[in-house]
């Protein structure tokens, strides 16, 4: 799975419904644990509250006040030494003797607390922590007793270790740690499965519309969800609409320049009758409306192709034709062809504007180059390419430089033109949001460069 942008749809879904997850799992969780650690610790005392009954049931005391019975728990680990769990009996009157206590105790003695710490209840019933034989944390049951009539009392303690059953609590937590992990883990996986699933219909329609951008479909084609339906439904009869509005264009630029062809053909036609020096006027004048009206109709036919369809142009073949014109024109200079991008290079535009473009910068180097004219192709990021015209001419100052791209200006009147061939390169550049530069070259004149969009890998498979 390609890595999601962290500003996509399927990013934001799947990490506000993976957080949601981890934070239900966490509180779920809590009160598992909180839960199962009641009612481990309320059955630890239960079960010290039990013994101690069972305690209190099998001790009595004899005529001489001597404390004595046989007690069995029902736990064996009474009966081993040291082991955490302990009774004992001892006397809590004064006509009351002898004091009995399990094997496990031994000889051990676990301080009881005072009476003004914990106090007993009204029941004669308390209970307390305590540490133990080998430093283990004690919960002691306690509680007194008047064994007869005689008043032979006893005070018995059941004593239970509080330590174990923390341990107990702890790894019941990790185990219900690593479990829920599991779950968490398989919720984030199917969550996030079950999105990208979700959401593959809107990248169907993202290849579809790359498709028609690209030029090898026409419209959004393809099943798409009732959710999508009507989107697709709405793109299509979008790209309709933008094709319509092409062919008119095309249609009204056309009538334009067919009703402007025959009043600036009578207009040269008067400037040859006219001859002299008026109608050289006239016939260059008019020259240069046939070539400034033919500009702006191409202008408004490539806004409006920009601005509603796509088109590819493969741009070696068309560098290299413009090379191989140049140089025949001019035999006396060294054109050269340099290709510096490793693989094939698509222009995101019409071959007519690209071939505009550079034949306008090949024919002005040509025109004041001395021997060597370079033509460079090279990258520039994934999206732009670079297309630079040298020459070895005498080049351009700065001041001249702004100059030669304003329309109509001729820098140098010895050399036959119009003045608006940079011109037009900086506007076609223009409608293509790219950009257009002077510079010095390295050979000694003037180096022109453009910046163009380009189509990534595959746009004209």
Request: no cysteine; aromatic share 6%; net charge neutral.
């Given at each position: 799975?390609?890595?999601?942008?962290?500003?996509?749809?399927?990013?934001?879904?799947?990490?506000?419904?993976?957080?949601?997850?981890?934070?239900?799992?966490?509180?779920?969780?809590?009160?598992?644990?909180?839960?199962?650690?009641?009612?481990?610790?309320?059955?630890f005392q239960d079960l010290l509250d039990a013994q101690l009954f069972n305690l209190v049931a099998s001790v009595t005391a004899d005529e001489?006040?001597?404390?004595?019975?046989?007690?069995?728990?029902?736990?064996?680990?009474?009966?081993?030494?040291?082991?955490?769990?302990?009774?004992?009996?001892?006397?809590?009157?004064?006509?009351?003797?002898?004091?009995?206590?399990?094997?496990?105790?031994?000889?051990?003695?676990?301080?009881?607390?005072?009476?003004?710490?914990?106090?007993?209840?009204?029941?004669?019933?308390?209970?307390?922590?305590?540490?133990?034989?080998?430093?283990?944390?004690l919960r002691v049951a306690e509680t007194e007793v008047v064994l007869d009539s005689q008043n032979h009392t006893a005070r018995f303690r059941?004593?239970?270790?509080?330590?174990?059953?923390?341990?107990?609590?702890?790894?019941?937590?990790?185990?219900?740690?690593?479990?829920?992990?599991?779950?968490?883990?398989?919720?984030?996986?199917?969550?996030?499965?079950?999105?990208?699933?979700?959401?593959?219909?809107?990248?169907?329609?993202?290849?579809?519309?790359?498709?028609?951008?690209?030029?090898?479909?026409?419209?959004?084609?393809?099943?798409?969800?009732?959710?999508?339906?009507?989107?697709?439904?709405?793109?299509?009869?979008?790209?309709?609409?933008?094709?319509?509005?092409?062919?008119?264009?095309?249609?009204?630029?056309?009538?334009?320049?067919?009703?402007?062809?025959?009043?600036?053909?009578?207009?040269?036609?008067?400037?040859?009758?006219?001859?002299?020096?008026?109608?050289?006027?006239?016939?260059?004048?008019?020259?240069?409306?046939?070539?400034?009206?033919?500009?702006?109709?191409?202008?408004?036919?490539?806004?409006?192709?920009?601005?509603?369809?796509?088109?590819?142009?493969?741009?070696?073949?068309?560098?290299?034709?413009?090379?191989?014109?140049?140089?025949?024109?001019?035999?006396?200079?060294?054109?050269?062809?340099?290709?510096?991008?490793?693989?094939?290079?698509?222009?995101?535009?019409?071959?007519?504007?690209?071939?505009?473009?550079?034949?306008?910068?090949?024919?002005?180097?040509?025109?004041?180059?001395?021997?060597?004219?370079?033509?460079?192709?090279?990258?520039?990021?994934?999206?732009?390419?670079?297309?630079?015209?040298?020459?070895?001419?005498?080049?351009?100052?700065?001041?001249?430089?702004?100059?030669?791209?304003?329309?109509?200006?001729?820098?140098?009147?010895?050399?036959?033109?119009?003045?608006?061939?940079?011109?037009?390169?900086?506007?076609?550049?223009?409608?293509y949001r790219g950009t257009f530069e002077l510079a010095r070259s390295d050979l000694g004149g003037l180096k022109a460069e453009v910046r163009?969009?380009?189509?990534?890998?595959?746009?004209?498979?």
């Amino acid at each position: 799975m390609n890595r999601l942008p962290a500003d996509s749809l399927a990013f934001r879904v799947i990490v506000l419904s993976s957080l949601w997850a981890v934070a239900a799992l966490f509180v779920v969780g809590g009160l598992i644990s909180t839960l199962y650690g009641r009612t481990a610790t309320k059955g630890f005392q239960d079960l010290l509250d039990a013994q101690l009954f069972n305690l209190v049931a099998s001790v009595t005391a004899d005529e001489d006040g001597s404390l004595k019975g046989s007690p069995n728990l029902g736990d064996l680990r009474y009966s081993r030494p040291q082991s955490g769990w302990y009774w004992e009996a001892v006397p809590a009157s004064d006509n009351t003797t002898g004091r009995l206590r399990s094997i496990s105790l031994g000889n051990g003695v676990i301080e009881p607390a005072s009476t003004a710490e914990v106090p007993f209840s009204l029941q004669y019933r308390r209970s307390y922590d305590a540490e133990g034989l080998k430093g283990e944390e004690l919960r002691v049951a306690e509680t007194e007793v008047v064994l007869d009539s005689q008043n032979h009392t006893a005070r018995f303690r059941v004593m239970g270790n509080e330590s174990a059953i923390q341990a107990d609590i702890d790894a019941f937590n990790r185990q219900l740690a690593f479990y829920l992990g599991l779950v968490g883990l398989g919720s984030v996986l199917i969550n996030a499965g079950a999105i990208l699933v979700g959401l593959r219909p809107l990248r169907r329609v993202r290849q579809a519309l790359g498709d028609v951008r690209a030029g090898r479909a026409q419209r959004l084609t393809g099943r798409f969800p009732a959710e999508i339906e009507p989107l697709a439904r709405e793109v299509n009869l979008l790209i309709d609409s933008n094709r319509r509005i092409v062919e008119r264009s095309r249609k009204e630029v056309g009538n334009l320049a067919h009703s402007l062809k025959t009043p600036i053909a009578v207009l040269m036609n008067e400037a040859t009758t006219i001859g002299g020096a008026e109608g050289r006027l006239v016939a260059d004048q008019s020259e240069r409306m046939r070539m400034q009206v033919q500009h702006y109709l191409d202008r408004a036919r490539l806004a409006a192709q920009i601005e509603t369809s796509v088109f590819r142009t493969p741009m070696e073949p068309t560098l290299e034709r413009v090379a191989r014109v140049i140089a025949k024109l001019n035999p006396q200079l060294d054109v050269r062809f340099r290709r510096e991008a490793k693989d094939p290079t698509v222009f995101l535009g019409e071959a007519q504007d690209l071939e505009e473009v550079v034949g306008n910068l090949m024919e002005n180097a040509a025109k004041f180059a001395r021997k060597e004219i370079r033509l460079t192709l090279a990258p520039d990021g994934p999206d732009r390419v670079i297309v630079s015209v040298e020459d070895d001419g005498p080049g351009l100052t700065a001041e001249e430089m702004v100059r030669a791209v304003k329309r109509g200006q001729r820098l140098d009147e010895r050399v036959p033109g119009s003045g608006l061939g940079l011109s037009i390169v900086a506007d076609t550049v223009e409608e293509y949001r790219g950009t257009f530069e002077l510079a010095r070259s390295d050979l000694g004149g003037l180096k022109a460069e453009v910046r163009l969009p380009r189509a990534g890998q595959g746009a004209l498979s």
